[in-house]
């Protein structure tokens, strides 16, 4: 008797209660998208009515195709992408490259000086990366290195959260898989490249995720190593395209700014979960 | 016996040969120029010159009495003050307003991280022109109340907060998504304990179980972007270069200012030792707190 009576009279404050949050949730909603939603609308409008006082969502006269072709025309915005996708790749290439095997060694091998490496590593998580830049700089310079894509690369291949990430991730893994490789035949670095790299696909596209969306958005460095157009990545393209002359125009501005912020967002929609998890997981740890 | 020392030379030499390499580049590219920073830091070299001479601390002698160096440090602390509470407080409301009911709980969450995903040099020049004092969105939906708005951005008095507005808009998804896992891993029993005490109301169960079971989340989101406050630097390179009058000027656009602009390289690694102790003076508070957490649970 109790039960139903009771449901019926939580009924309307429970679909209150809904409300109120889809309520306060558009709110915040709209505070996160409005930019993205104002930086496409004025990617499509003509200069005139961008500047009219009454403003329209849409555009009374569609000027996109325009926009478009003047920021791909007036900055090499593929150029921009491209050097995107090929420095973080490399960079995580490198990454992994170095950080497997010595978060293999510190988390399955005996060696002396292993407590001393892993504290090492430790101690190199707490150094902000922009406090190397005047030596990075400076090292660059040296070997004749800055204003080239290995200027982009380079500082950047040793990682001290992969290697600790990835060592986390290895201790995990029984014991027992290894031996067996090892009484296949196979070599230790056969292990690592063979059996290890495959089980560790979680835990590499975690940091691997991480690491790309760190350096695609990265513009601190990029405007420190390079001055060349031909070499930027998309956070200092965008940049140079503002200053550029056609970027005092905002409609072919705002149509740069959407090609160049799109490839991540998209990627992104295309695996939200992967993403947010990936995200997370490397930052707490 | 032998067999087994035999296996752990072996091993001792694979594991040797493993982590050659990252040592080789932990010292090239990480320790080494902390060090070579702390060396510049005590002369007067700049990048490209053959001659260095040492000077002590004269750079930091100068740096403390720079009144922009100040500024800038004034500036940084009341950025993180701004956007460290309001990135907490709203990632945590939305975290728990996402989390109440399941419905279109998927949307909201994609929704609330976009920010957190896009390239800020780009996102900044978009809220540049929504900023803008006569097309922007901003002054166009305040005359609508009536009210005239000022140019946000080179205005001396609303120049930081508006960056800090910004700030808050590109990580408070990332809050809500670390306040959503700690959510997630509060046992169902809790709850149910709580009920049967009578605490079902919502608000109920958000005093006496939800927040006190977030703490140490809540802590953990606390320093995440507290320390990502102070790395602040592209919006104010994109948007102000420091300005109006040094007004959002911050640590580390100084640091690059100084170092990369004027080429004062030992003052500037004088600059990045400063930065370099704030950053490890958190990350000490952070470990701090940690280890508290650890011993109350």
Same mark, same amino acid.
């Given at each position: ?285 | 016996?032998?067999? %087994? ?15 050659? *390499? ?16 702390? %060396? ?44 460290? *509470? ?100 509060? *046992? ?27 703490? *140490? ?81």
């Amino acid at each position: 008797m109790t039960a139903p009576k009771r449901r019926s009279t939580m009924s309307p404050r429970l679909r209150m209660e809904g409300l109120a949050r889809h309520g306060a949730l558009l709110l915040t909603t709209a505070f996160a998208l409005v930019p993205f939603v104002w930086m496409i609308s004025l990617s499509l409008k003509p200069p005139e009515e961008i500047f009219q006082p009454a403003f329209h969502l849409l555009p009374q006269t569609f000027h996109g195709f325009d926009n478009y072709r003047i920021a791909v025309t007036a900055a090499p915005m593929h150029r921009f992408l491209l050097n995107g996708l090929f420095v973080c790749a490399a960079i995580f290439f490198l990454q992994m490259l170095v950080c497997v095997p010595c978060a293999y060694a510190l988390a399955k091998l005996r060696f002396r000086g292993r407590d001393t490496l892993f504290s090492v590593v430790l101690l190199g998580l707490l150094i902000p990366p922009q406090a190397l830049a005047i030596p990075h700089f400076v090292l660059l310079h040296v070997f004749g290195l800055l204003d080239t894509y290995a200027a982009l690369i380079l500082p950047w291949m040793i990682s001290t959260l992969g290697i600790f990430l990835m060592r986390q991730f290895f201790r995990a893994i029984p014991d027992e898989l290894i031996d067996a490789a090892r009484l296949d035949g196979l070599g230790e670095f056969e292990i690592i490249w063979r059996v290890m790299l495959p089980v560790a696909v979680p835990a590499l596209t975690a940091f691997g995720i991480f690491s790309v969306v760190a350096h695609w958005n990265d513009l601190f460095w990029p405007l420190i190593a390079v001055r060349n157009e031909d070499l930027s990545t998309p956070a200092l393209g965008m940049l140079l395209f503002r200053d550029d002359e056609a970027g005092q125009f905002t409609g072919p501005l705002m149509a740069g700014a959407v090609i160049i912020v799109a490839p991540l967002i998209l990627a992104f929609l295309f695996a939200q979960q992967r993403f947010i998890d990936s995200i997370s997981f490397t930052a707490s740890n | 016996m032998a067999l %087994v020392a035999g296996r752990r030379r072996r091993e001792h030499g694979i594991a040797w040969l493993a982590i050659a *390499p990252a040592v080789a580049l932990l010292i090239l590219l990480l320790f080494g120029p902390i060090l070579a920073v702390a %060396v510049f830091s005590f002369t007067d070299w700049q990048i490209g010159s053959s001659s260095l001479r040492f000077l002590g601390l004269d750079n930091y002698r100068a740096l403390f009495a720079d009144g922009v160096f100040w500024k800038a440090l004034a500036n940084t602390a009341l950025y993180v003050a701004i956007v460290v *509470p309001g990135t907490v407080i709203l990632g945590l409301a939305v975290a728990l307003l996402i989390e109440a009911r399941p419905a279109l709980r998927s949307f909201y969450r994609a929704a609330h991280f976009l920010p957190v995903m896009s390239t800020m040099a780009a996102m900044a020049i978009v809220w540049s022109t929504m900023l803008h004092p006569t097309i922007g969105l901003v002054n166009r939906l305040l005359a609508e109340f009536g009210i005239s708005g000022v140019n946000w951005l080179r205005d001396e008095r609303t120049v930081l907060p508006a960056l800090a507005v910004i700030g808050i808009w590109q990580s408070f998804g990332f809050a809500m998504v670390l306040f959503v896992a700690g959510l997630k891993s509060i *046992p169902q029993s809790l709850f149910d304990a709580a009920a049967i005490d009578g605490a079902d109301g919502l608000l109920d169960r958000l005093r006496t179980v939800t927040l006190p079971m977030l703490g *140490p989340v809540t802590m953990f989101v606390l320093i995440l972007t507290a320390k990502r406050a102070f790395e602040v630097f592209d919006t104010v390179r994109v948007l102000t270069k420091g300005g109006p009058n040094f007004a959002s000027d911050v640590l580390l656009h100084r640091l690059y200012t100084e170092s990369f602009d004027f080429l004062r390289t030992g003052y500037g690694a004088a600059l990045t030792v400063v930065y370099l102790a704030v950053v490890m003076l958190l990350t000490r508070a952070q470990a701090r707190i940690l280890d508290r957490r650890v011993h109350y649970t």
